[in-house]
């Protein structure tokens, strides 16, 4: 569910406008941090590559902290 709002939010036009960005990383950082706690494999490739794609800094960190945590969760099982 948050991976394709995710990439729904990347199709929009309206994602580049300043008033829309700044809602836009905040909702993406949520997104990240709550794939970081639930995601799997699936989710950390996904996070691997907005974390190399995304514009913002922010939002970079947000995915690599994510896959990292997604990544210690499954070596951990």
Excluded: N, P
Aim: glycine residues 10%; charged residues 30%.
């Amino acid at each position: 569910m948050f991976v394709a709002a995710w990439k729904a939010g990347l199709a929009d036009r309206r994602a580049g406008r300043a008033r829309y960005a700044d809602d836009l990383a905040r909702w993406r950082h949520a997104a990240a941090r709550t794939l970081g706690r639930l995601g799997g494999a699936d989710e950390r490739a996904f996070l691997d590559e907005q974390a190399k794609s995304a514009r913002d800094r922010g939002v970079r960190r947000a995915c690599a902290v994510a896959s990292v945590a997604i990544g210690k969760r499954l070596a951990a099982h």
